[in-house]
């Protein structure tokens, strides 16, 4: 056992997949390394307390929106036969959260990590998922399992549901930026209009989530290839399929189109759509900075840069 342990996870941001996955298409997830998390697992004399950027305090009197960490750590304590050891567990994230980045499952990876750590017990890739999900199931109710798979990779993460989870090779050099719109995204709102329009025109519908699934593949090889040009005009291809399916938002469509004039590869709704998120690709950095100060004057209210090097 140790007197203090850390363990580490990052962010993960959805590339491709949206709203067609729900229908069994593939999608695709990458890992966003530069937006980290860390849990610090330190010995107490007396208590268990909990350090978050919006809690400090006992670990029993944590509020609801932190009830799938509070009970992975109470899971976690019993599995080590450690259910009164006093402990200070101190978590730091450049994470933002409600943004379908994965905080709540970076949140799960980094604690499992640093406990495991503090007893030196291995851990494997299974465990972990398995572990995570605890806290996930709480969280969101029934999860995939992608976001847990992502914050804990260092690669992209291929994802048909109920069918299969896999890491991707990548080879990508280049710049992904995300930028927030300010509009609070409608995950259900959109899955709904998503259903709405497969009972109104089920074969039009049906053909835009079938060129998702198929767009998804060509993702898929120009990440392995290291293409920016091939996956910037996929994600371009994607964003119009979106719209067409009545996902997109006036907002987000402003900085697609801004960041697509200032010299993007390409660019997309992340996510649910309705508000929300979007995806820029850039080759380089002049290229990079010229696209975040679009997106800055086109109204983005945050915008958050990965940069990707050849492996």
């Known amino acids: 056992m140790e007197s203090q342990s850390t363990g580490t996870s990052h962010a993960k941001v959805i590339l491709i ?32 307390m909990v350090i978050t950027p919006n809690y400090q305090g006992p670990m029993d009197e944590m509020g609801e929106v932190y009830e799938g960490i509070r009970q992975l750590i109470t899971r976690l304590l019993r599995h080590f036969d450690a259910t009164n050891m006093p402990f200070l567990l101190e978590i730091t994230s450049t994470i933002p959260q409600e943004r379908g980045m994965g905080s709540s499952a970076a949140s799960a990876i980094a604690i499992i990590r640093a406990f495991f750590n503090y007893f030196d017990a291995p851990l494997s890739r299974t465990e972990l998922q398995q572990w995570a999900n605890i806290e996930e199931a709480v969280t969101h109710g029934s999860p995939s399992g992608l976001d847990a798979a992502t914050c804990a990779s260092d690669v992209p993460v291929w994802f048909i549901k109920k069918e299969t989870t896999q890491t991707l090779e990548m080879t990508l050099e280049g710049y992904l930026i995300i930028a927030d719109t300010g509009v609070r995204g409608q995950t259900g709102l959109a899955v709904s209009v998503v259903r709405e329009q497969f009972d ?35 994600m371009t291809e994607a964003h119009q399929h979106l719209q067409e399916l009545g996902v997109s938002h006036p907002s987000l469509d402003r900085l697609v189109t801004a960041a697509n004039q200032a010299g993007a590869l390409g660019a997309k709704l992340t996510g649910g759509g309705v508000g929300g998120a979007m995806l820029a690709l850039a080759d380089t950095k002049e290229h990079a900075d010229n696209v975040i100060h679009a997106l800055e004057q086109a109204g983005a209210q945050e915008v958050w840069v990965q940069h990707y090097t050849r492996r």
Do not use: C, F, W
């Not at 949206?18 to 298409?25: L, R």
């Not at 198929?214 to 290291?226: H, P, S, V």
């Open 200 to 234: 109104a025109n089920p074969t039009q519908t049906n053909g835009h989530i079938s060129a998702l699934g198929k767009i998804a593949e060509n993702i898929r090889d120009g990440l392995k290839q290291g293409d920016t040009t091939a996956i910037g005009q996929s």
């Open 17 to 48: 997949g949206d709203h067609s996955v729900v229908y069994g298409q593939p999608a695709i997830a990458v890992p966003l390394p530069d937006l980290a998390m860390t849990a610090k697992l330190m010995a107490r004399q007396a208590g268990q």
